[in-house]
């Protein structure tokens, strides 16, 4: 990776920190760092004012401000879920901020030239994946040295915030729309009126609620019936501002035969106060309409001894609601102090499929209780779910999931597989699988195995050359191949070094 | 290259002496072999060179060409020349033989601050040395060990042991397992590294291993001690006569 860098020629007006930090892999959590911007706070706490602020500062229109004051309302008569298996100290929601963004986006930039750099700068020291950041980055000759001119559109958000989407106009000559949601609402309100809400509720569970009152910002994406996205769609999303919730909403909607595949990307910078990040996905997918979505989580998962980091509590459904209709989540969860996600499928359509790769990687006193739901409804429906859990100093790592046969699902099939992989003898693992059954001639199969990291593996690589870490790196990696395969090629590299960089000091 | 001086060696964890006063030196260019009946400390031997856990040193020093051994890290040893054919390689699921093998040649070439070999390069070579033993493009591709019968574990790791170079190589029982054409493979792998420069210490209980790779040397180890050095002609006689006879004699 060194030597592409090494090789092009930087452009005028790319200063040299941007081309270090491209340069840069490996190191702590390296996103630790925190952008000096002019920030625009809303007052701390929450309240109708407070959503009525975010509607304004947004401009939006009447029926959106009654949707989010509806759900405000139901958010004052729910309670935290307590059946996670996570425990952190009690979150004041009043001790919050709701909003903040650059000053500098306080009128909205046209397009990305007008966008504050040291926001871009931020992006790009993100260096998530690296053939984007150079393109991003303006290095010349990053399209040849990176092979065929792949692509990808990428809308970034910075706290509240959506600060810029590229490649715009080339998507929309596809019919492809991909912009952040609150332009989408000014500019197509009846697609968002029509699917937002649609597959997770404004009362589904306590963050989706609170997330539909106080969301700011977040991507919006279209594909027009028969339209194969022509490029990679990605957001990043960066946490900056401190005490600061960040509540992004994305709404991705796959009309009948179209394909998409859409990459999320998170960080953020290292601070001593744990942030509140409760984020909503909801993606249609339409008769023969295919998605796939890859996250690589980062987020700041605290110190050694449990200090800062993100709670990270988020919703993420898709559901395949035409016939033949298929979604395909995979993630790779490294950071956070706590997580709590659930990426699910709900398989309406007949003959539609559902898929769940996951990573997640616990180390130190992170917690993370995650898994996946499969709700088969329709008829001849398949599910898969292979889950790879690494537990390692203090930590918590639960897989929790579900899948569901309702009576109508005849003949449909899930398999599930779970793998859990410890380091050290501090750590827990732990798999709590549900299954419902409604109909005969359905098929469910649960695979679970829970094993350590084996001395003499780690023995065996060292009297060959390997130092410990390195050791560990290969045999977690090797434990992980299923799902690193998922992943597209940009991530997948990327996803390698940061199962080794996340593991980091986890043994000896 | 190699010198043990009086080492004595017990388990960690009972206070049970397993090595008890072992010298031996081995030159470069040179074939050293060990034999002993079961339990005299052979295969201890071997780990306690390459640094496993869980064995305690109490006396006695291991030099590598001037190093002492004891103060490195395994994969230290391993960079510094040293090199043990395991007697039960171990399985590493999910992880490609050949992403292993570029992993264990690059970072020993990273820690003596040689350049790391190109994919391309460490491709031919892997090719040449894999046909050599007769090891197929899928073996290379299949995850280290993993469904690899006791013959294609034992290639596996003279394929390792050619691709690293070491300068002393320790061969733990790599004979046992395997029928008779297997056993010629390895042997022939092993005689076609022999050299001038690199020292061997091949154990094994048996002679018929020392038929294909013809030792200079032969020790008999005995209760964590080498209790009778000689030529090959040594281990025709634990052959003929057993253990035994020949232990006997010593005392």
Known sequence: MDSIVENVVV??????????????????????????????????????????????KNEEPDWMLDWRLAAYERWLQK?????????????????????????????????LDEVDPKLLATYEKLGIPLKEQLILAGVDGAEELTG????????????????????RDELLKAGVIFCSISEAIKDYPDLVKKYLGSVVPVSDNYY?????????????????????????????????????????????????????????GCTAPQRDIAQLHAAVVEIIIEEDAEVKYSTVQNWYPGDENGK????????????????RAKVMWTQVETGSAVTWKYPSCILRGNETQGEFYSIAIANNMQQADTGTKMVHLGKN???????????????????????????????????TQCDSLLIGDKCGAHTVPYIEVKNNSSRVEHEATTSKVDDDQLFYCRSRGMDEEEAVALVVNGFCKDVLQALPMEFAMEAQQLVAISLEGSVG | MLTINNLHVKLEEEDKPILKGVNLTVEAGKVHAIMGPNGSGKSTLSYVLSGKDGYEVTDGTVNLNGQDVFGMEPEERSSAGMFLAFQYPVEIPGVGNMTFLRTAVNAQRKSRGEEEMSAAEFLKIVRLRAKELKIDADMLK?????????GEKKRNEILQMAMLEPKICILDETDSGLDVDAMKLVADGVNSLRNSNRGFLVITHYQRLLDHIKPDYVHIMADGQIVKTGGPDLALEVENNGYKDLLAGVA
């Open chain 1, 11 to 56: 452009k005028d007006g790319v200063d040299q920190e941007t081309v270090d930090a491209v340069r840069e892999v490996g190191g702590a959590y390296k996103h630790g760092w925190s952008t000096d911007i002019e920030m625009e706070y809303a007052p701390k706490g929450l309240s109708p004012d407070i959503v009525k602020l975010i509607s304004e």
């Open chain 1, 148 to 167: 065929a001119p792949r692509k990808v559109a990428v809308d970034a958000v910075f706290d509240s915030v959506s600060v810029g989407t590229t490649f």
């Open chain 2, 142 to 150: 299949r995850p280290v060990n993993v469904g690899f019968s006791g």
């Open chain 1, 381 to 415: 429906t398949k599910s898969r779910i292979v889950s790879k859990g690494i537990s390692a100093g203090q930590a918590q790592n639960t897989y929790r999931g579900l899948v569901s046969m309702h009576p109508r699902a005849k003949d449909s099939r899930n398999y």
């Open chain 1, 308 to 323: 800062g980091g993100i709670y990270n509590f988020v919703t993420k459904r898709a559901d395949c609601r035409g016939d």
């Open chain 1, 208 to 264: 989706a609620t609170l997330n539909s009152a106080v969301f700011s910002d977040g991507s919006f994406v279209y594909i027009p019936p028969g339209v194969r996205c022509p490029m990679e769609l990605s957001t990043y999303f960066r946490i900056n501002a401190e005490n600061t919730g960040q509540f992004e909403r994305t709404l991705i909607i796959a009309d009948k035969g179209s394909y998409v595949s859409y990459l999320e």
């Open chain 1, 79 to 111: 309670k935290e879920p307590e059946w996670a298996m996570v425990d952190y100290p009690k979150i004041d929601f009043q001790d919050q901020y709701y909003y903040a963004r650059p000053k500098s986006m306080e009128t909205k930039p046209k397009s």
